[in-house]
C-alpha cells in the first residue's frame, strides 16, 4: 500500500458510559468527532472499543470461550448487532462533522485461529484510504477457525492493521493520560511514563492491573500487549487521555499533549 495512515483507536471507556449497559457517551462522540474534522489529516483510519455495548453481552453469553452450545449463537449475533448500533452512532457523528466515515465489519473479512487473527484481506479498506474515505472498525464477534467463535479486541485489531497497512503511527485514546507505574484509579502515587521502549518496558515490569469493570478483553495490560507487534515494525503508538478536550486533536496534528510514548 502507498499510503501510510494514522490508526486512531477510540476506547470504549471514552464513548460509552461503561456503568450503564448500551448507554453511548455522546457528549464524548460529537467532541471527538469535532476535534478529528478540525484535525483534518489525510488517511485516517478509526478503531474503536466496545465500552457498554459489546462486553456486557460477550460476557453473558461467554462468546471469548468459543462454541459450547447452542445457546450462544444467539449471543454472538446479539454481540455483533450491539457493537454495529455503536458503530452506527459513531459514524452518524463523524458524518455530521464532514468526515466520510464508513462502517468496515471485522467479521466480515477476518477470521481468527484461537483468538489470533489468522485470516485478513485488507483490500476493501485500502481502496476506502486511497479513496478518501476513513473506514471504521471496532472490536466484533468473529469467527475462529478453531472455537468456532471468538471476540476480537480493537486493540488486537489495530495492531494488526497498522502492521499490515504499514501505518505511520497509532494513537490510542483512553480515560487515563497514558502508561502509569500502578493503577491511577487506585494509587494516588502512580506515576505517568512518558516515553518508554520495548526494552525498557520488560524490564520495569510495570504494576498495571486489569481493568475493574466488565471488560472481555483486557484493560492496559491487554492494551499494551497487543501493541507490541506494531512497535516491533517500528510503528510509534501514542496513548493520551480521550475524556479530556483536545488531546486527540493535538495527537492528531503532531502537537505537545500529556501522553506516553511507545516506541522500539
Known amino acids: 500500500m502507498k ?5 486512531l483507536k477510540l476506547g470504549g471507556s471514552v464513548i460509552t458510559h461503561k456503568e450503564k449497559p448500551l448507554t453511548p457517551n455522546m457528549e464524548a462522540i460529537n467532541r471527538l468527532a469535532h476535534e478529528i474534522s478540525q484535525a483534518n489529516i489525510p488517511y485516517l483510519v ?5 465500552g457498554s455495548f ?18 450462544q449463537i444467539i449471543g454472538f449475533s446479539r454481540t455483533h448487532q450491539a457493537m454495529t448500533k455503536l458503530n452506527k452512532i459513531i459514524i452518524e457523528a463523524l458524518i455530521n462533522h464532514n468526515i466520510p466515515a464508513v462502517e ?4 466480515s473479512f477476518i477470521i481468527t485461529k484461537s483468538d489470533r487473527i ?9 481502496k476506502l484510504l486511497e479513496m478518501g474515505f476513513v473506514p471504521v472498525l471496532y472490536g466484533d464477534a468473529v469467527l475462529d477457525s478453531d472455537k468456532g467463535f471468538a471476540i476480537l479486541s480493537g486493540d488486537q485489531l489495530v495492531s494488526s492493521l497498522a502492521t499490515r497497512l504499514a501505518a505511520k503511527r497509532i494513537i490510542v485514546g483512553v480515560d487515563v493520560d497514558g502508561i502509569y507505574t500502578s493503577d491511577p484509579k487506585k494509587d ?10 520495548l526494552q525498557e518496558l520488560e524490564k520495569t515490569q510495570l504494576k498495571i492491573r486489569k481493568a475493574t469493570v466488565t471488560d472481555v478483553t483486557g484493560g492496559m495490560l491487554g492494551k499494551i500487549s497487543e501493541l507490541v507487534p506494531a512497535v516491533k515494525e517500528r510503528i510509534s503508538v501514542l496513548i493520551v487521555n480521550a475524556t479530556k478536550p ?3 486533536y493535538k ?8 501522553r506516553t510514548l511507545l516506541e522500539a
Open 188 to 197: 494516588k502515587t502512580a506515576k505517568l511514563i512518558q516515553h518508554i521502549t
Open 104 to 107: 468496515v465489519a471485522p467479521s
Open 118 to 126: 489468522k485470516k485478513v484481506d485488507n483490500s476493501i479498506v485500502e
Open 3 to 7: 499510503v501510510k495512515p494514522t490508526i
Open 246 to 248: 483536545e488531546n486527540v
Open 54 to 71: 459489546g462486553h456486557p453481552i460477550a460476557k453473558e453469553y461467554r462468546i471469548n470461550e468459543g462454541y459450547k452450545d447452542r445457546s
Open 46 to 50: 478509526i478503531v474503536h472499543g466496545g
Open 251 to 258: 495527537a492528531l496534528k503532531g502537537q505537545k499533549v500529556i
